[in-house]
C-alpha cells in the first residue's frame, strides 16, 4: 500500500450534500480478488473449472492469485479506512465453508471470513456480505448444479452455516448477487461458467436461484430476525431504437428478461407472463409455495447499474454512434441511473435501495507529475453518477448509499484482468496496491459529504 490520501480540501459549498446517514462505501467479490484456491480446505468452483477450459477467458487467465487478499486482507482494511470507506461489500465462498456444496461445514474456511469482519468492524466499517457471487462449488454443478433444485436447499443450509458464524456481527445478509448474470450467461449465452447455452436451462436456472433466495431468506430470518435481508440485481435500463411496433416489443422483451424477471417475483407479481409465454417457458419448476417464498419482503433491494440498451429489433443491443464507452464497450450513460431510480420507485414495493455497484473499467493510462494514476475519467464516471444519485434522493427515491465498483482492480470474468475496474490500482506482478486520483477524490467526498471538487 503506498501513500494516504491528501488532507481532504474544503468542498465548495456549492456541491450537493447527501443525506448525513448516507452510507459510502465500496464492492468486490470473492473469486476476484481471494487467490488462494486451495487454502484452509477450499474445494474448487465452477470458476476453478471454467477458468481451466480453453479460450473461455479473454486472456487465458485465473483466479488463483488475483489480488492475493485472502492473504492480504490486513492491509488491505487499512487501506479501506485510509479511504474513509463506512460500508465494504464482499462476498462468501461457498467452497471454503462447504467444499462438497453441502454436508459438513469447513470450519477454517469460515475462520477467514470471521477475521474478516473483526477487522472491519474494529476499523468502523460496516461489512456488507454477499452470501453467493456466482462461484458455485463444482461438487454441486457436476449433479446439475442452478438445474437442480436441489441447490436451492444446499444454498439454504450453507447460508445457515455462515450465519451461524458471522451472525453476530453483521447486520445486513445479501443471499444473491445478479441471479440474471448466473442464469443468463452461465446458462443460456455460455459466456461465463458453467458455459452452457439452452434459454430453458437458463428460465429452469433463473426460477432455482430465486428459489434459493427465497429458502435462505426464510432461514435468515429465523436466525437472525434483526437483521436486514436483502438481493442484489443488475439493472440495464432498456430503450426501443425507434418507436416502430416491432422494436418496441423487442425493448420490451429484453426489459422483462433483463430487469423484470427477478425484481417482479421479488416484489409479488410473478414471472412476467408474456415473456414468458413468448419464449414457451412451460413453468413446470414452479411448484406450489415458490412464489410466495420468493416474494417474503425484504428490507433492502441493491442496484447494480454499468449502463444502458437501445434495442432493435433487428439487431439486438447497440451504442448510438459516438457515445462514450467505457473500455469494454459499454455506453456511459449517467441519466439512465436517475431513470431507473425512479422507475424501481414507481414500481415496486421495496422499502429502499443501495447501489451495491456503479463504477467503469478506463485506460488509466495517464499519470500525474508525481506518477499516480490521473484516472480523470472514471472519477468523472462516478461523479455523474452520484449527481444523479442525489437527484433522485431528492425527488424521493429511497436510496441509502453508493457502493463503487470496485475497491480494486481484478479479474473481470470472462474478459481476465484486462479491464481494470478499481479505484486503487493492483500491480499484479508485485500486488501492490495504489489508490487512483478517483480513490482519493472518493475519500474527499466522503469525509465532507458531498461532491469533492475534481482536482
Ligand atoms: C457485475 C458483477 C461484478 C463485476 C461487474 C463489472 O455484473 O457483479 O462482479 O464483474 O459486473
Redesign the pocket.
Known amino acids: 500500500m503506498s501513500t494516504r490520501p491528501e488532507p481532504a480540501v474544503p468542498s465548495s459549498s456549492s456541491s450537493p450534500a447527501f443525506p448525513d446517514d448516507f452510507i459510502w462505501g465500496a464492492a468486490t467479490?470473492s473469486f476476484?480478488i481471494e487467490g488462494s484456491p486451495h487454502a484452509d480446505g477450499k474445494s474448487a468452483s465452477i470458476w476453478d473449472t471454467f477458468c481451466r477450459e480453453p479460450g473461455r477467458i479473454a486472456d487465458g487467465s485465473n483466479g488463483d492469485d488475483a489480488c492475493d487478499h485472502y492473504v492480504r486482507y490486513t492491509e488491505d482494511v487499512s487501506l479501506m479506512r485510509q479511504l474513509r470507506l463506512a460500508a465494504y461489500r464482499f462476498s462468501v465462498a461457498w467452497t471454503r465453508v462447504k467444499p462438497d456444496g453441502r454436508g459438513p461445514t469447513n470450519e477454517a474456511g469460515l475462520d477467514f471470513y470471521d477475521r474478516l469482519v473483526d477487522r472491519l468492524l474494529a476499523a468502523g466499517i460496516t461489512p456488507y456480505p454477499t452470501l453467493y457471487?456466482w462461484d458455485l462449488p463444482q461438487a454441486l454443478s457436476d449433479g446439475g448444479g442452478w438445474l437442480n433444485r436441489d441447490t436451492a436447499h444446499a444454498f439454504a443450509d450453507y447460508a445457515a452455516a455462515v450465519l451461524d458464524r458471522l451472525g453476530d456481527r453483521v447486520s445486513t445478509w445479501t443471499t444473491l448477487?445478479?441471479p440474471f448474470?448466473s442464469a443468463n450467461h452461465g446458462y443460456v449465452t455460455g459466456e461465463h461458467a458453467p458455459g452452457h447455452t439452452s434459454m430453458a436451462e437458463g428460465f429452469t436456472a433463473s426460477h432455482h436461484l430465486l428459489l434459493a433466495h427465497g429458502l435462505a431468506g426464510a432461514r435468515i430470518r429465523r436466525l437472525a430476525p434483526d437483521a436486514r435481508l436483502a438481493i442484489v440485481l443488475?439493472f440495464t435500463p432498456v430503450q426501443p431504437a425507434t418507436d416502430s411496433d416491432e422494436d418496441t416489443a423487442a425493448a420490451g422483451r429484453v426489459d422483462d428478461l433483463e430487469n423484470r424477471w427477478y425484481a417482479d417475483p421479488l416484489a409479488g407479481f410473478g414471472y412476467p407472463d408474456t415473456t414468458a409465454d413468448h419464449y414457451g417457458w412451460d413453468r413446470a419448476e414452479v411448484h406450489d409455495g415458490d412464489l410466495a417464498l420468493i416474494s417474503a419482503p425484504i428490507d433492502l433491494l441493491g442496484v447494480?447499474y454499468?449502463t444502458r440498451q437501445i434495442i432493435s429489433a433487428a439487431d439486438g443491443a447497440r451504442v448510438p454512434d459516438g457515445a462514450p464507452c467505457n473500455t469494454m464497450g459499454w455506453e456511459v450513460h449517467p441519466p439512465s441511473l436517475g431513470a431507473l431510480l425512479r422507475t424501481l420507485r414507481d414500481r415496486y414495493p421495496f422499502r429502499s435501495y443501495l447501489i451495491t455497484?456503479n463504477g467503469a473499467p478506463m485506460p488509466d493510462a495517464a499519470r500525474t507529475d508525481d506518477g499516480r494514476i490521473a484516472d480523470d475519467d472514471r472519477l468523472a464516471y462516478i461523479r455523474d453518477h452520484l449527481l444523479q444519485v442525489h437527484d433522485a434522493i431528492a425527488d424521493d427515491c429511497p436510496v441509502e448509499g453508493y457502493l463503487v465498483?470496485s475497491l480494486f482492480d481484478n479479474f473481470?470474468?470472462a474478459h481476465g484482468y484486462g479491464p481494470r475496474?478499481g479505484i486503487v490500482e493492483v500491480d499484479y506482478a508485485t500486488q501492490r496496491r495504489t489508490p487512483k486520483k478517483s480513490a482519493l477524490w472518493y475519500a474527499d467526498t466522503i469525509a465532507h459529504n458531498r461532491l469533492a471538487p475534481t482536482s
Open positions: 467479490s476476484q457471487h448477487n445478479e448474470v443488475n447494480n454499468y455497484e465498483w473481470e470474468w475496474f
